[in-house]
Structures are given as C-alpha cells and as structure tokens.
C-alpha cells in the first residue's frame, strides 16, 4: 500500500510538472503575438468581441431557423396545395364548394404587364432587389407604423408572404414571423425570383373562396386573369393585403378605394404616370353582382373545417387532395331557418334591440340539417353558431335536472321553492317571488332558479363543500351530452352563466329523445374523390353514439321538459299534432335569449342577441327565440314520419294548465300567440292604469246596488271582468313566465 502511495503520488507531481512546462511553453510562443496600448483596443478587442457574439448569434439562428425548416420536409411540397371540396346536399345537389380555386397553368409572361405592376407596386417594390427580406421596406414599414400609431404599413416581402402561404398559418405571433423570414431565404436559395412571383400569384387567397389571381378573375369579373384591364388589375391587386374585407362582391365601394390607393402605388413607384392611370380611375372596374347566389355560407364553412380535420385521419400514403363531400344539410330546412331568423328580426328586432341570431337543426345521429351562423354573412363571416360562446341561461337546467334524476329524483318530488345562499350569492326567480313546495316537473316548467340551485347543493352530499362537489357532476353529465366548452365552476353554473355555443347545446338535447345515447354534431356523412370513389361515411366509419343516461332518466326528462312547451315558458314553440320538449333561456339584463328543444326527429337550438354583448329590449327565450325554433319545426317536419318521444308519445295532448281549465267549461279557444313588441309601460299605460283604479273605486262604493235593467240581484258585487278595459291595455309582464300569458280580451 505504501509503495501503491508512492506510485500515485510520483504520477501526480510529475504530470503537475508537465503541465506546468507545457503552459510556459504556450505561453512564450503566445508573447511573440501580443498587441498592447491602442492597437489592441482598436483591432482585437473588437474583433474577439465581434467572433463571439458572431458564434452566439449562429448558435441561436441555428436553433430558431431548425423549427422553420421542419415545416418544408414534405418533399411535395411545392406541387401539394390545400383542398378542394365540393360539397352537396343530402339528396346529392350541389350546394357549394371551398378550398382552392387556383389555375397555375398561365406562365407568368402570359398574365398582363399592369397585373404585374400594380401586384409589385402594391405588395413589393424592391422585390427583384431583396434576397427574400426587404430590410429598407421593413425600417420604413416599422418608422411609418410608429408615426402613425398602429399598423398602417406591412413589411413583409413577396417571397415572405408566399412562405406562410405556403407553410404557416395566419396568426400574429412573433414565432410565426421568425419561421417566415427563415422560409423566405431558404425559398430564394432553391427558386428563382420570377417562379416565386409566380407562385404567389397562383397561390395567394382573393377571397371567395378562390386562391391565385386567375380564379379571382374568373369570379369577380368573369374573365381570365390574361385579359383584365387596368382598373380590374388595380383592384385584384388590392385584395392580397385584406381579401375579405376588400372582396368586391361584399363591399364594391371598398373594393374601388382599394383599387384607387394601387392606382397611387403605381405612380409612386415609378411603373406609370398620372396620365396613364386617369382612365382607371374615371372607370373603376365593375364586378359580377352575385349576391343572389344564395349559399349556406356558415354551413360550408364549418363542414369544410370538418372535412381538414377528416383527412388528416387518412393514411399518410393518401395523397388526394380533390374531394365531392355528401353533407347532413337540407336545403328546404335550410332556407326555412333562414327565414325565420330574418323575418323576426326585420318585423321584432328593433322593437328588442336586438340584432343578430343564430340556429341548428340537427337530427337524431347528429347531422345537422341546417345551421344560420348570423343574420348576414356578406356582412360578417363570423359563425356564431360554432364559435360563439353564449350564456345559456335556463336552457341549461336540463342538464341539472338530468343529474338530480341520475342521482334517485324523480320529477314527482317536490322541493322548497325559497331562499337559499352560497357563500354572499343569494339566486332570485324572476318576479322576486317564492312559490313554497313545488315538483321538479313544475320547477322545470315555470322556470324557476332556486330549486337547481338547491340541488346542486343537494348532490354534493355531505361533503365539506357539497355546492362545489354538486357541481362537478352536474359538469361530469353535460360533458356526456356533448357539452365541449369549458364550464367554470362558479355558484350560478346550475342557471346557465357558463358559456356554450348553439352547436353543442342543438345536439346535446338530441339525447332526451335519443333514448338517452348522445351523438357527435356532423355535416360530412359521405367523402368521394373527384374520380368518384368512396373514401368514408359517417355510418360506417363515423364516431357512434355513447349511452349518456339511462333511457328510463331520459324519458323521465323528456315529459318534464314536454310541460314547458305545453302549459310553461315556450307555449310559442307547440307543434299541431307533434310531441315536442325543449327549454327557454334568459340570461341577465336580457343579453341572451335561447330555446332549445327537440321532437321525435329533429332537435334544435335558437339564440338571439348582439354582438357587443349589450342587452336586449327585456327579450326572453319565450319570445322570439321559441316562435323562430316554431316557425322552422313546422316546414321541417313537413313529409316526414312524425316519431314517437319516449316519455311523451305521439302527438298525445299534455295536461292543460289551470288557466285553460278554468276557461274550458265552454269558453271561446285562446288565441295563438304570436311574438310582439317587448311589453313598456307608456305615459298613456299609466294613465289607463289610474282610470281603472278609479272605476275599480267606483264599482266598489256601488256594490250592492241595482243598475236600471242589471238583472244581478242586490247585494251581488260587481265583477271587474265587467269593466270594459281599453284595446290599449293589453300587455303582458315580461319573462319567461309571462311571455305566455294569453292577451286580456275586453
């Protein structure tokens, strides 16, 4: 051991040693290369500095250009383009199509000399100079936003617009444009500039659903892009920066101001004069009116999305990119529900403030037959049916009720309707009022707020928090229904202040009459290639439907929800000789008003409202929510089997409520009552109110007595149903409740 110690100790002092003179060595051949005083500070200071931060520089632009050349490791991808969809009715009519539209067989010299010029005069002036960044363009693009405060002009190059079309996708993230200029170069080093500008001129979306400047020259002008004059060149080049908004079938008149700001590019730039541009300017391009094309716009939309993510589920050995897709829609519903949407809104939507509406119709496995994403899509492309996320307000009991049942309820129990808190929340009915012990069933149908309330607690059990644990499973069942949207939990979730779209809540409700299975909202139920052969269909490759709740809990929710059409909130929504359920919503300040229901063949979800999320004239879901979804049912019901309710039968008269018993002993039949202005009380209401005042009073001080020909005896009082009302005063109080209350006849 001791010679071992040696050993290592001996190893150790002679590599010290060695490394010693190794260093010195070093160190003398360095000292014939010093620089000292002012010519190290002048060259190789700054030249140490300049090496490292150069090798950090490469080490960071290696590691954010890898993330951008993975986006090119498709080897098609300059032959591989987006798809192209037609789609058709369910009976196999056309009925639009999305996706490309592009003909890239016109070489680049065949497209006219000013389409050229006002496409570079507009987009990139310096493009034939630039190796893919424009750094001049990009500092003054980033100078006049800066003077301007916003965003006024863009910095991005031809060759850097192509590669996001190309590659990437439209959002405005700093990590997308750090992929664009990397895609850029690595574009300019592998293409010639006159195939990129090629490229862009094919690829690049015009709006209307056409990509590259030959389709959009055949659709807003009915022309080749070979033969279009200066004007029309001037504003085909003014839709790259904004196709939607600029689109001149949507909006001409912006269209024009666009082409005029290209026409002053042109001058700008040097490619024409004055005198050469006057004559577009004094004939500004005409396009192609086809506002009567009368397409179902939300509804494509939303199935061309579908059908994206369809066909990322195919092999990736599939290739085809040209498809005729067979949809759910109906075109006779369709244009019922469209009209029914713009005929309330045109006749009642200003009298309630309100200015936008939204619907599905969606049959029993989930098709949706027909969907209005908003009152004008030419004005608003936005799918407020899809993407919209609203308040449901008491259309969202149901799935509380639901849960209460799962949980050993029945709609026979009662309750107490009466005060009840959580934390410093204390949830009021409309009215202010209480009405004691009452069913789930009449709950249900009156719509009133406390008792879901109540049961959230109630299903919590005996947990330290029962309130929160009772909403977790009211959450767990609506997720089983097909309710995707996040549902926070908040105390006033069991009233619907969690957020959901029409789409979900139409379909979700399919699962009371379903027999309690859910079912996955569709509009693809068949997918061919352009050559006809058949790729997939939704009933033999299609998700399936998943038993939600029982089918005994499901009917038991259907007859109670049958009550709110019959004798509660949506009277307006009863069909003639249909069994039918569903439920009103409102929410607070009237901002949503909703009715959801269903029959034995369609289910269907109606939301009206606005935009900016400002109340509506005290609109409730019993309104025009419930006469729309009526109005649709009945042309969509029309050659159709009517199908039997589990839990409600077919076509079976519900129990009449109080009111109509009372009347029924040989009374004239009420009126239907039909959607009207909001109930205000007017300065003339609340002088009519003070004159009955005054003749009730009256009639009051006079009872007992005998008129000259009254045949009632004396003593009897006088009944104020003989008072004659004015015409006038006949209105309602607002709400769920009164909305169905039958006029006051005199």
């Known amino acids: 051991m001791l010679d071992l110690d040696a050993r290592i100790d001996s190893t150790l002092f002679s590599s010290g040693k060695g490394v010693r003179e ?11 290369f010093y620089v000292g005083r002012w010519k190290r500070w002048v060259f190789i200071e700054p030249l140490s500095e300049a090496a490292t931060l150069g090798l950090v520089g490469l080490v960071l632009m290696l590691a954010l250009a890898v993330p951008a050349f993975r986006e090119t490791s498709d080897d098609d991808w300059l032959k591989k383009s987006d798809l192209a969809v037609t789609f058709l009715d369910r009976y196999g009519n056309p009925i639009g199509s999305r996706g490309i539209k592009h003909n890239d067989s016109i070489p680049l010299e065949d497209f006219p000399d000013n389409l050229i010029k006002a496409t570079l005069a507009t987009e990139d002036r310096r493009f034939y100079e630039h190796f893919g960044i424009d750094i001049a ?58 195939e990129i500008l090629k490229l862009y001129l094919d690829r690049a979306y015009m709006g209307g659903g056409t990509f590259g400047v030959d389709g959009a020259a055949h659709f807003y002008f009915n022309k080749s892009a070979r033969d279009v004059n200066l004007a029309e060149s001037a504003m085909l080049a003014g839709l790259f920066k904004a196709p939607t908004k600029y689109a001149p079938h949507i909006n001409l008149p912006a269209a024009r101001a666009r082409a005029n700001v290209v026409l002053d590019n042109l001058v700008d730039a040097g490619f024409m004069t004055e005198g050469q541009v006057f004559g577009a300017r004094r004939n500004p391009a005409i396009a192609v009116d086809r506002r009567d094309e009368n397409s179902p716009n939300y509804y494509l939309d939303w199935a061309f999305d579908e059908m994206r993510r369809l066909v990322d589920t195919f092999p990736k050995s599939y290739v085809e990119r040209v498809f005729v897709v067979r949809t759910a829609i109906d075109m006779t519903v369709q244009r019922a529900a469209e009209s029914a949407v713009e005929n309330q809104l045109r006749q009642f939507g200003r009298d309630y403030h309100a200015t936008q509406a939204a619907t599905v119709v969606a049959d029993l496995d989930g098709g949706v037959r027909a969907m209005v994403g908003g009152r004008d899509y030419g004005a608003s492309q936005f799918n407020r049916a899809v993407d919209a996320m609203r308040q449901p307000g008491s259309s969202f009991k149901p799935y509380v009720y639901a849960t209460a049942l799962l949980n050993g309820w029945k709609p026979s129990d009662t309750i107490i309707d009466g005060p009840v808190c959580i934390g410093n929340w204390c949830p009021q009915n409309y009215g202010h009022s209480y009405s004691g012990k009452v069913t789930l069933t009449t709950a249900i149908t009156r719509s009133i707020n406390v008792v879901p309330v109540k049961l959230s607690i109630w299903l919590g059990g005996k947990s330290p928090n029962p309130a929160k644990v009772g909403r977790a499973k009211i959450t767990e069942v609506a997720r089983k229904f097909g309710i995707k949207a996040p549902l926070p939990d908040t105390p006033s979730m069991p009233i619907g202040s969690d957020e959901v779209s029409v789409l979900e809540h139409a379909v979700a409700y399919a699962t009371f009459p379903n027999k309690g299975k859910s079912v996955t909202p569709h509009a ?29 809990v499901a009917s038991d929710m259907s007859g109670m929800m049958s009550h709110v059409v019959s004798e509660g909130t949506a009277r307006r929504a009863a069909l003639d000789g249909i069994p039918t359920g569903g439920k009103t919503g409102t929410t607070n300040a009237y901002r949503d008003a909703w009715f959801a229901g269903f029959t034995g063949n369609f289910t269907c979800a109606v939301w009206y409202g606005n935009d900016d999320y400002s109340p509506t004239n005290r609109m409730t879901g019993g309104s025009l929510p419930a006469q729309t979804w009526h109005d649709i049912m009945v042309v969509a019901h029309q050659g159709v089997e009517i199908k039997e309710i589990p839990g409600i039968g077919a076509g079976t008269k519900q129990p009449a409520s109080a009111s109509a018993a009372m009347a029924a002993g040989g009374a004239p039949k009420l009126p239907d009552i039909k959607p009207g202005p909001p109930p205000i009380l007017t300065k003339r209401g ?29 003593g009897k009082p006088v009944s104020s149903s003989a008072i004659a009302f004015p015409d006038s005063f006949a209105a309602a109080a607002p709400g769920e409740a009164a909305a169905t209350a039958p006029p006051r006849k005199n």
Do not use: C, H
């Open 524 to 552: 693809v139920l068949e997918v061919r290639t352009g050559a006809g052969d058949l790729v997939w269909r939704f009933d033999r490759d299609g998700k399936k439907p998943v038993q939600a709740i029982p089918a005994s």
């Open 686 to 714: 609340a002088d009519i109110l003070v004159r009955v005042e005054k003749l009730l009073d009256e009639a009051g001080k006079t009872a007992g007595k005998v008129a000259p020909g009254d045949p009632a005896k004396p």
């Open 137 to 194: 363009g990009t500092g003054r693009a980033l100078v006049t936003n800066a003077q301007a405060g916003g965003v006024r002009q863009g910095g991005s190059s031809i060759t850097q617009q192509l590669a996001k079309n190309l590659f990437l996708n439209n959002e405005r993230t700093i990590e997308r444009k750090v992929k664009e200029a990397f895609l850029a170069i690595w574009l300019e080093t592998r293409l010639t500039k006159n």
């Open 22 to 32: 190794l260093y010195e060595r070093f160190s003398t051949f360095m000292d014939r």
